[in-house]
Each structure stands twice: as C-alpha cells, then as structure tokens.
C-alpha cells in the first residue's frame, strides 16, 4: 500500500524553539507538498517542490522553511516556533504535473506552541 | 488567483437523508477539480475528480458534475450513511475550500 508518512503524529513545542516536521513517500513522486489544516480555513499552501534541491514558495510561507535533500523526503522546518503556528500540518506528494494528479497525504502532525 | 468556496458547515442530518454540499470556484484556464474526504484521525484522501466541464465523478454513492457556466462542483448524495461523516473538502488542483463538516445521526 502506498503511502505518506509523517514521523510525529503530535508534538508540543515551547515558543522559539526549532521543530522539524519530516514526511516520507514511498511512491517515487516527484512532487511534494506542505499545507496547515485551521478550523474554517481549510488547507493552505506553505511551501512545494517539484524536485530534489528545489523549493517553491506557497500561499503562508512566512515562518517556515523547508528542505529537499533526497527525493522521498520533505521536511518543514520552523525556525522559532510560535502560538500562532499551532495547527494541523500535513504533507502531500504527486507525480507528474499537478494538474489533474490526485494528491495523496499523510495522517498529519498535530504541533501546539506553549 | 484562484480561489475555492464552500458551503458553510457544520451540516447534520439523519441517516438516509439527501446531502447537497455546495463548491464555487473562481480560475484562470481549465483546472481540475476534486472532492477530498478527512475520516476523524486521518490525512485526506480522494473522494471523487473531475478534469473537464460536464465531467461527472463518481465514487461511494457521491457524485458532483464539473459545471462550467456556473463554475460550480457540488457534492451530492442521495442516502448519507453515518459511515459518511467526516470532513469533506472542495479543490481546485492545489487550493482547498475550508472544508464542511458533516455529521449523520442513526
């Protein structure tokens, strides 16, 4: 069965702390993804990459970095975490274009900020 | 840019009744469009796509029809199951919806 992985499924953070959220596919895609999931604002875009080394900017990236060393894994990284990056992050990978290819995700990474 | 709005939630109903949960959307092209489900506790998954105007997606009793003129995508089923909740999210390719929270009482 294919799959995302998502290494923690909940983490509590102090304010400032750095925390490295890390996901793993096993399909082979080229394309991977980071959204955060927010009651009434539903999933949005934090960073992507199409390929290995390479990342792209989303909707929310301010706070967040990312990195892309092998193609499988994708982490995103908070350089110093804060309350307001307390959410539901979850990872997503695809092959090919993004157009009409369906993303496949993870189960998630609860993080709460104190 | 391009933009997805849903119905606003949460939506309860009985077993058996008729779900309606209404997608606009506002886009620049010839997008694709999906339907997402969150069972409690999970990721996301597919529900149902469709990539053309007209195009009809189906899967588990739930369907939605591409419709160009009124840029919509709605979600429809005609018996819900208390199975079905969950949270349902409209796409368009990488832009979500806010998602709607359906409950289905026995």
């Known amino acids: 069965d294919v799959k995302v992985t998502q290494s923690s499924r909940y983490l509590v953070k102090r304010t400032g702390e750095k925390v490295f959220l890390e996901c793993v596919q096993d399909m082979d895609h080229e394309n991977m993804f980071w959204y955060r999931q927010d009651p009434g604002l539903g999933l949005r875009l934090i960073y992507f990459s199409y390929d290995v080394k390479m990342k792209e900017k989303g909707d929310i990236p301010e706070g967040y970095s990312v990195s892309r060393e092998k193609k499988e894994r994708f982490s995103l990284i908070l350089e110093s975490a804060s309350t307001n990056q307390t959410s539901m992050y979850l990872c997503?990978?695809?092959?090919?274009?993004?157009?009409?290819?369906?993303?496949?995700f993870g189960a998630g990474s609860r993080l709460t900020v104190l | 840019g391009d933009s997805v709005t849903q119905m606003e939630g949460p939506v309860t109903l009985s077993e058996e009744a008729f779900l309606t949960i209404n997608c606009t959307y506002t886009?620049?092209?010839?997008?694709?469009l999906f339907w997402y489900v969150q069972y409690p506790g999970e990721g996301l998954q597919l529900l149902l796509k469709a990539t053309k105007a007209d195009d009809k997606g189906s899967n588990k009793g739930f369907e939605a029809t591409y419709r160009k003129e009124t840029t919509s995508f709605h979600l429809e089923k005609g018996s819900v199951q208390v199975s079905d909740s969950a949270v349902y999210f409209c796409a368009l390719e990488l832009t979500f919806g806010q998602g709607t929270i359906l409950t289905v009482h026995p």
């Open positions: 886009a620049t092209g010839y997008p694709s």
């Open positions: 997503a990978s695809t092959s090919g274009g993004a157009g009409a290819n369906v993303l496949t």
